[in-house]
């Protein structure tokens, strides 16, 4: 395994090199920063399965950096994944759509489908650009932790095992793309994101929803443990909670209103979703690393992105006994 003295650096071209040789870079996107690599090269995508400790079974989803390029690696494409990426890309959509073959077997866990997107980033359409392949890119952290929001929560956590990490700032959204799964005419919702189901439903209709099931995950950032930090986290009413808890240290998550418990933050203080979700996962790594024992959280309403909100504190939440 490498052992890299890994930077952050914001030299695009640093980046491009890297992926031109093989390596994997960590990248900046819209949503969450990815684990980058070659997507139609198998030696670099280990790479990635490597430095994140992912299982091969999840498979990886393909960024583009033109929306022109779908019929490169997508086949059977409906009018309606025509239509929606039409519509949303650049941006938080991910399409599950047939595979052409010249998508590696790596990438889609042997699926025949694979997941495409094109993020809507500056620093990371640049780099696609200037690059004559795709990027395969998970999120860029250790498999099942809290997603990275900046290029340092990358570094913290794969600081070794990769050469760099391409700074594009803090992520404008914070919450990972909304997948679908476009096959047959049908769309399928298999991973609620920062794409509201209220605006895919404006273009192409009510949609089926996927249930997540842990023994066949359609997608693994469906497993019902997921998304989640190292200290145990409780959704439920905040006021009920501090009380059964109040034999341990308390860190507090809240949306609807500011508690005093010493480690305490508030994902927005205007109740404004997107800032939530901003917010989101950077709060619960900074929680995660107080002395606090346990972590109280809330639900936020169900519109918008407070459903995707809501979708990873269950998932953070849940623990297999
Ligand atoms: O916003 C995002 O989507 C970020 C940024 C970096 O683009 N990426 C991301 O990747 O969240 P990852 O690997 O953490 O989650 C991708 C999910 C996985 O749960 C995977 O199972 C699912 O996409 N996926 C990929 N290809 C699929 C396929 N062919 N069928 C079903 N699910 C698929
Ligand atoms: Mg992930």
């Not at 005419?185 to 991973?191: A, H, K, P, S, W």
């Not at 994101?193 to 249930?211: S, Y």
């Not at 500011?258 to 929680?287: G, K």
């Amino acid at each position: 395994m490498s052992n890299w003295n890994s930077i952050i650096s914001d030299e695009i071209s640093a980046a491009q090199q890297y992926l031109e040789c093989g390596e994997v870079v960590g990248i900046p996107t819209e949503t969450v920063y990815g684990l980058a690599a070659n997507a139609l090269n198998k030696e670099a995508i280990v790479k990635i399965f490597e430095a994140k400790n992912r299982p091969y079974f999840d498979p990886l989803i393909v960024h583009i950096g033109d929306g022109n390029q779908l019929p490169l690696y997508a086949k059977n494409i409906s009018d309606k994944a025509q239509h929606l990426a039409a519509k949303f890309w650049p941006g938080p959509l991910t399409l599950v759509l047939e595979r052409q073959s010249n998508i590696p077997d790596l990438i889609t866990s042997g699926l025949d489908t694979v997941g495409l997107r094109m993020p809507n980033h500056p620093i990371a359409l640049k780099l696609l650009a200037a690059l004559n392949f795709p990027l395969a890119a998970p999120s860029a952290n250790p498999f099942g932790y809290i997603s990275p929001t900046t290029s340092q929560h990358v570094m913290d956590q794969l600081n070794g095992k990769i050469p760099l990490v391409l700074d594009g700032g803090p992520c404008t959204i914070g919450v990972e793309s909304t997948i679908l799964r476009c096959v047959n005419n049908e769309v399928t919702l298999l991973r609620l994101g920062a794409l509201a189901l209220e605006q895919i439903e404006a273009e192409v209709g009510q949609i089926r929803i996927e249930k997540s099931n842990n023994s066949n995950p359609m997608a693994p950032g469906m497993l019902a443990s997921h998304y989640a930090p190292k200290k145990p986290l409780v959704v439920g009413n905040i006021e009920s909670l501090l009380e059964t808890h109040s034999h341990q240290k308390i860190a507090v998550l809240s949306f609807h209103k500011t508690y005093p418990a010493t480690f305490s933050r508030r994902l927005s203080a205007s109740q404004n979703l997107n800032e939530a979700a901003q917010n989101l996962f950077a709060m619960l790594r900074e929680l995660d690393k107080s002395d606090a024992d346990v972590i109280l959280t809330e639900n936020l309403p169900e519109i918008g992105l407070g459903r995707a909100i809501n979708d990873r504190l269950k998932r953070a939440a849940f623990k297999i006994l």
